[in-house]
């Protein structure tokens, strides 16, 4: 099958599972050699200012002893910069953060951020770092994203993922507008969150879509089925609709 959709596997809820009690089991770093195993193509790791999950620590761990590409998230300031700056990781996922919020809620406004973002992606990018920016579809801020020097976007799927199932087609039309967009503008799509077993298949069936990060679920099913099988079934999940969308299943 051309064109494998990658599966970048999201350990933080591994993490607030652990600090839910203090300690050190679970670790979110046997998680991440676990996905690895499983088929995963990537690590995701949310730095959050407040800790409340991954640790500076994890980071760390995470840097030193697995062997896929980390995909740092972070907010865009100082302090994640000079971490991700010393860290080098694969990649770098720049996403707005509340410390309110219970998760991320919507995507980076990169039209109002303009002015912020230049240097923080210019920096990440002079530093051998993949540079996305989390944003909702809509093309004024894919526009914006490009503008700021970004070569990656990933595109916010919570409000597919919540929408009724007679919205769910409108919030998957919306998505198919916003990644064909990205081909147009020569930047790379990747897509992620509140994915499941039921909403990745038809975003891993867009074309310019290369990369899913789901972490939430998985984490979740991992309690009834263990974390290799959700993340295998996810793995299947979404090779088997990307071959779909190119009719490349056998009969």
Do not use: W
């Not at 690895?36 to 620590?57: F, N, P, Q, V, W």
């Not at 919030?171 to 064909?180: H, I, N, T, V, W």
């Amino acid at each position: 099958m051309k064109e494998r959709v990658r599966l970048g596997v999201n350990i933080d809820h591994v993490a607030t599972i652990r600090n839910a009690r203090g300690g050190v089991h679970p670790d979110p770093v046997r998680a991440a050699k676990l996905a690895a195993k499983a088929g995963a193509d990537g690590i995701t790791a949310h730095l959050r200012e407040d800790r409340r999950h991954i640790s500076d620590a994890d980071i760390e761990r995470l840097s030193d002893e697995i062997d896929l590409p980390l995909n740092l998230e972070m907010a865009a300031t100082v302090e994640m910069l000079q971490i991700a700056l010393r860290h080098r990781p694969h990649a770098a996922c720049v996403v707005p953060e509340k410390r309110q919020e219970l998760t991320t809620e919507g995507g980076l406004d990169v039209v109002a951020e303009r002015a912020k973002l230049i240097p923080l992606v210019a920096e990440l990018s002079g530093a051998g770092i993949r540079v996305a920016l989390f944003i909702d579809p809509e093309a004024r801020q894919i526009e914006a994203a490009r503008a700021v020097g970004a070569p990656v976007v990933e595109l916010h799927t919570g409000s597919y993922c919540e929408a009724s199932a007679a919205a769910r087609a409108r919030e998957l039309a919306r998505l198919r507008r916003a990644a064909a967009l990205t081909r147009t503008l020569g930047l790379e799509c990747h897509a992620g969150h509140g994915l499941s077993f039921e909403t990745a298949g038809p975003v891993a069936a867009l074309p310019e879509v290369v990369e899913l990060n789901i972490g939430h679920f998985l984490v979740g099913e991992a309690i009834f089925g263990g974390l290799e099988s959700a993340i295998r079934r996810m793995r299947a999940v979404i090779d088997e609709a990307r071959a779909d969308s190119r009719g490349e299943r056998p009969a």
